[in-house]
Every structure is written in structure tokens, then in C-alpha cells.
């Protein structure tokens, strides 16, 4: 065999492995999960509207190599992952485990008075695979839904909040009548 038929070979070869390469590169781009951040995969979100508060319930699963890391230096970058997807600033954690954690956001919700509340739009910054929105009234359901689209309208069940509204009231109008 002469060296100008090896070149052609080595040519075809090195282009071929360059175009194995490449592909290997972009494999894992093309394969990203909208519901995952980081070393979390969200599978769902429940999210509870108590009065102005959203109780949240997040189920999720991390990665393997991870979890040996929580168990010698915590929990906290977990729990700043799980902040950053869901997108409240102001979240408060109450619980939180390697498979699911429960948040409380007050003031989620804009009062109307009289027992009136508006849950308004809201936006992740994940795709949420099973989004659920529950109120006293009603609930919503989501697949694969980045936003809550619309907000959500409900009426407290809680009496004490339905007092505490029409005291409010009668000693609004008292002053007004004064």
C-alpha cells in the first residue's frame, strides 16, 4: 500500500471521529429534561391555597452520585435549588428530605376582604411535570406546565377569617360615620 492511499484513510478516519465527537458533545444538550435543575428532577407540585398562604409539596429525585454529598455537608444547596425552581423569593421551608419537601409562602394570595382571595399567575423555573392547584373550592391540574397561567379566585372556609373581615368592616364604616 502506497502512502497516498493511507492518507485518504486517515483523512475519512479522523473526520469520522470527529463527527462521533460532536455528536457525543450535543447528546446530552438534546437530551436535557425541562424538569430538571441541577441534580433535581421534579416530578410533581402540589401546591394547597390556605387563606393568603400557599402551602407548597414538592416530590422530586436527585441524582445518585449527590446524595452521599447531603449526608456530609447538608442539605442547604438542596434547599436553594428547590427556592430557585419554584420561583418565591419569600418561601419558608418546613420540611425537606432527598425525595420531597414542603414549603409555606404567605402572602401568596391578594386579599379582597370578606373572605375573598385571588391566587394570581405564577412562574416556575422548570417545567413542573403534574402541576396541582387546590383551594377550598376547586382544584387544577397541569402536565408539564412552566406557569401557573391565569390565577385562581377562591373564598376562605376558615370563620375566624370571615369574622375578623366583618369586624374590620364595622369599625370602618363607625369611622366612616363619625
Known amino acids: 500500500m502506497g502512502r497516498s492511499q493511507k492518507y485518504p484513510i486517515m483523512r475519512i478516519s479522523a473526520v469520522v471521529l470527529f463527527f462521533l465527537l460532536i455528536v457525543g458533545m450535543a447528546a446530552p444538550v438534546i437530551a436535557a429534561q425541562e424538569e430538571r435543575y441541577s441534580y433535581i428532577t421534579v416530578q410533581d407540585v402540589r401546591i394547597k391555597l390556605d387563606n393568603e398562604s400557599a402551602i407548597i409539596h414538592v416530590n422530586y429525585k436527585v441524582d445518585e452520585g449527590t446524595r452521599f454529598?447531603?449526608?456530609?455537608?447538608?442539605?442547604?444547596?438542596?434547599?436553594?435549588?428547590?427556592?430557585?425552581?419554584?420561583?418565591?423569593?419569600?418561601?419558608?421551608?418546613?420540611?425537606?428530605?432527598?425525595?420531597?419537601?414542603d414549603f409555606t409562602v404567605e402572602n401568596a394570595a391578594v386579599s379582597?376582604?370578606?373572605?375573598?382571595?385571588?391566587?394570581?399567575?405564577?412562574?416556575?423555573?422548570?417545567?413542573?411535570?403534574?402541576?396541582?392547584?387546590?383551594?377550598?373550592?376547586?382544584?387544577?391540574?397541569?402536565?408539564?406546565?412552566?406557569?401557573?397561567?391565569?390565577?385562581?379566585?377562591?373564598?376562605?372556609?376558615?370563620?375566624?377569617?370571615?369574622?375578623?373581615?366583618?369586624?374590620?368592616?364595622?369599625?370602618?364604616?363607625?369611622?366612616?360615620?363619625?
Open 69 to 101: 454529598i447531603f449526608f456530609l455537608l447538608g442539605k442547604q444547596d438542596l434547599k436553594n435549588k428547590l427556592m430557585k425552581i419554584l420561583n418565591y423569593n419569600d418561601a419558608q421551608m418546613n420540611r425537606i428530605d432527598l425525595s420531597s419537601a
Open 112 to 178: 379582597y376582604g370578606n373572605g375573598i382571595f385571588w391566587y394570581p399567575s405564577h412562574t416556575f423555573n422548570v417545567a413542573i411535570p403534574l402541576l396541582s392547584v387546590t383551594t377550598p373550592q376547586a382544584t387544577r391540574n397541569f402536565t408539564t406546565a412552566k406557569e401557573f397561567p391565569g390565577g385562581m379566585g377562591y373564598f376562605a372556609t376558615d370563620s375566624r377569617v370571615l369574622q375578623e373581615t366583618a369586624k374590620a368592616n364595622v369599625v370602618s364604616e363607625r369611622k366612616t360615620i363619625r
